[in-house]
C-alpha cells in the first residue's frame, strides 16, 4: 500500500520523512497529549504517504485501484468529469445538510452574491440543515455574525464554523496545556477564539508595528512558554512576526506549528485575486524547515467537529464551494456530495483543464441557480 497509518502517541515525537497527509504533520513533530485525547475521527490515526507524484494528489488517492493479481502492478481510475448541476430537487432531497464556503459562495469581499438570501431561505424552508465554513481566520465566530447581519442574511454564531475557531477546537481536542501559550500570526479572530477557549496568547495585531534593529551580536528574545505558534491570514506580516514564530517552533521543546489554511488567494475585494494565508505559513515553513498541521479545509478536521458536533451523516452532507483544492477537496476527504460554483477563484476553464484532477459531483454558475434550474424544469 502507498499510505501507512500510524497510531499516534501525542506523548512522544513522530519522526517521518515521507510526504505528509491533508493533515499536514512536520518531518518531525511533538504533540502534548494522548491518543484517547484526540475526539475527532480526523485526528485519532495520522495517514502518511509516501513521495509519488500520485499518491500526493487526493484525488487519485481517494480513487486508486491495485490490481492483486500482479504484484507491484497498479491500476489506477480517475474521478468521473464533473456534470452541470440540471436536477435540483434531485440534490436537494439527498442530502440534509448543506455545507457553504463563504468568499465567492455567499459574498465577495465586502459585496453579497446576488440571489444568495432566496437560496437560503428556499433551502430553510425544505428543512435543510445549513452550515457555514470558511478558511479565513480574520474574523471570530461571532464577528462573522456580525458580518452575514449586515449583510442582511440571518445567519447564527452556531451555524458558523471559520478556521479561527478550529484553531482553537483543535488545541482543545488535544487538552493543550493551560499553562503554555499561543504564539499568533494573524489578526484578531484568532486572538478571540482563543480567549473564549481559555488560552493565553501573545502576538497577533500587537506585533504589527515591531521592527528589529539588526546590530552586530543582537540576540532576539521569545517567550519559552510558548507551547503552538498558530499562523493564518495576516495583513500586517511582517519580519518581527516571521524570526518570533521561527524561534518558538525551533527552540521550545514540542513546540506546535498550526495552520489555519494554506490558501494561495483570497478575496479581499470585488476587484481581484489577493495573497492568501498560504503566503504567510509559506515563509514559517521556509524558515523552520517543517510543516505545519491544517486545522482548515481541506483537512478532515473540521468535517469530524462538525458531524460530531450536529450528529450528522457525512454521506447526507453536500460541500458547496468555490475552489477545487480547499472546498471540493474537504468535500471529498469527508465522504460528501460536492458542488462547485464559478462565482469565485475557478473558472470552467480551470476546472475542465487537462492538468485539473479534482473533480466535483456537480458543478454550477452561482449558488442562486438553485431557483433558476428549478423554475426552468417546471
Not at 243 to 266: H, K, M, S, W
Request: with cysteine; proline share 4%.
Amino acid at each position: 500500500m502507498l499510505s501507512r497509518t500510524t497510531s499516534a502517541t501525542f506523548s512522544s515525537c513522530v519522526s517521518v520523512t515521507d510526504a505528509v497527509s491533508t493533515l499536514s504533520i512536520s518531518p518531525r513533530f511533538c504533540f502534548q497529549s494522548s491518543r484517547k485525547n484526540s475526539k475527532f475521527l480526523g485526528l485519532r490515526n495520522l495517514a502518511f504517504t509516501t513521495p509519488n507524484a500520485l499518491s500526493s494528489s487526493p484525488s487519485f488517492k481517494r480513487n486508486r485501484k491495485y490490481n492483486s493479481n500482479r504484484p507491484g502492478m497498479q491500476t489506477f481510475t480517475t474521478r468521473a468529469l464533473a456534470q452541470p448541476l440540471k436536477n435540483v430537487d434531485e440534490l436537494i432531497d439527498s442530502v440534509e445538510t448543506f455545507i457553504f464556503d463563504c468568499d465567492g459562495v455567499i459574498w465577495k469581499g465586502d459585496s453579497l452574491i446576488d440571489g444568495v438570501p432566496e437560496t437560503l431561505d428556499m433551502l430553510r424552508s425544505k428543512g435543510k440543515r445549513l452550515v457555514f465554513v470558511t478558511n479565513n481566520s480574520t474574523k471570530s465566530r461571532k464577528q462573522y455574525g456580525k458580518k452575514f447581519e449586515t449583510l442582511g442574511l440571518n445567519v447564527s454564531e452556531e451555524e458558523i464554523f471559520a478556521s479561527s475557531f478550529a484553531a482553537a477546537a483543535y488545541l482543545k481536542s488535544i487538552n493543550f496545556p493551560n499553562d503554555k501559550k499561543v504564539y499568533v500570526i494573524g489578526e484578531d479572530g484568532i486572538l478571540k477564539e482563543l480567549e473564549l477557549a481559555g488560552y493565553q496568547y501573545l502576538g497577533g495585531p500587537e506585533d504589527s508595528g515591531k521592527k528589529i534593529e539588526l546590530k552586530p551580536g543582537f540576540l532576539m528574545e521569545h517567550d519559552k512558554d510558548v507551547g503552538a505558534v498558530v499562523v493564518g491570514f495576516d495583513r500586517y506580516f511582517n519580519y518581527y512576526k516571521i524570526q518570533y514564530g521561527t524561534l518558538c517552533i525551533c527552540e521550545n521543546p514540542g513546540c506546535l506549528f498550526i495552520a489555519t489554511n494554506r490558501d494561495a488567494v483570497t478575496h479581499l475585494t470585488d476587484a481581484q485575486e489577493w495573497a492568501g494565508g498560504g503566503s504567510m505559513v509559506g515563509a514559517i515553513s521556509g524558515s523552520t524547515q517543517r510543516e505545519p498541521l491544517v486545522v482548515g479545509k481541506p483537512s478532515t478536521f473540521m468535517m469530524d467537529y462538525l458531524a460530531n458536533e450536529f450528529g450528522i451523516l457525512k454521506s447526507q452532507i453536500c460541500m458547496v464551494g468555490d475552489r477545487l483544492d480547499t472546498d471540493i477537496l474537504f468535500g471529498q476527504n469527508g465522504g460528501c456530495k460536492t458542488l462547485l460554483v464559478l462565482s469565485g477563484v475557478t473558472s470552467l476553464a480551470m476546472l475542465q483543464s487537462p492538468q485539473n484532477s479534482i473533480q466535483p459531483d456537480f458543478y454550477t454558475n452561482k449558488i442562486s441557480d438553485f431557483l433558476s434550474i428549478k423554475a426552468a424544469t417546471v
